[in-house]
């Protein structure tokens, strides 16, 4: 855990938040500024500061994030599909420090993104 990590707190029950999913690997929670009529953000319990940031020991754990990112649009609702986002760093428009995939759907998706 990182201690200035608000993901963390998140994870450690600091600071609430709506979760919609969680297992002993990762949890899923409503985005506070959501940008789609539904957006979960996704993250590893365990502190990987971005994609950029993953090591190879941490190959399972980026593709259970991926299946799970499915599984919570399922459950979601999101039958008509749905978009996962990951920002990478700051110029990939990653605001949070730790790695988080952005689940969005609810709406038609357009590209580019931005």
């Not at 985005?31 to 979960?40: F, G």
């Not at 259970?64 to 990112?69: K, N, T």
């Not at 700051?90 to 988080?100: A, F, I, N, P």
């Amino acid at each position: 855990m990182e201690p200035d990590c608000i993901f963390c707190r998140i994870v450690a029950g600091e600071i609430p938040a709506t979760k919609v999913y969680e297992d002993d690997l990762c949890l899923a929670f409503r985005d506070l500024h959501p940008v789609a009529p539904t957006h979960v953000l996704l993250i590893p319990k365990g502190h990987v500061s971005s994609q950029a940031h993953a090591l190879e020991t941490h190959e399972a754990l980026l593709g259970h994030l991926v299946f799970i990112a499915a599984k919570v649009a399922g459950e979601e609702g999101l039958t008509n599909g749905f978009r996962t986002v990951i920002n990478t760093g700051d110029e990939g428009g990653q605001t949070v420090h730790h790695l988080h995939l952005h689940v969005l759907g609810g709406r038609q998706m357009h590209w580019p993104p931005g």
